[in-house]
């Protein structure tokens, strides 16, 4: 039997020098209340945005919400 205390995944322990005004300052305005929670916030949202820098400079060629819509028709969706 597997005691769940022990299966905590780590991805990698590290040690680094933070700015502690700077990782305060994060932590609040990230909700978080540790500095690993602030710092894998903080870079899941460094990852978000530069995933939405890239989507915003996708080509989509003038597709307008009706376009899109006619691309859409007779499309089924089986889910929840």
Sequence with gaps: ???SRYSVHIGKRTTINLDAGLTA???TVLGTSTTT???HRAL?????REKLRSLA?????GLT???LAE???GRRFDGP
């Design 1 to 3: 039997m597997c005691d």
């Design 65 to 67: 919400p009706t376009g």
């Design 25 to 27: 300052k994060a932590r």
């Design 57 to 61: 400079e996708w080509d989509l060629g």
């Design 71 to 73: 691309l859409r028709r």
């Design 37 to 39: 929670e602030t710092v």
């Design 44 to 48: 899941e949202e460094v990852v978000r």
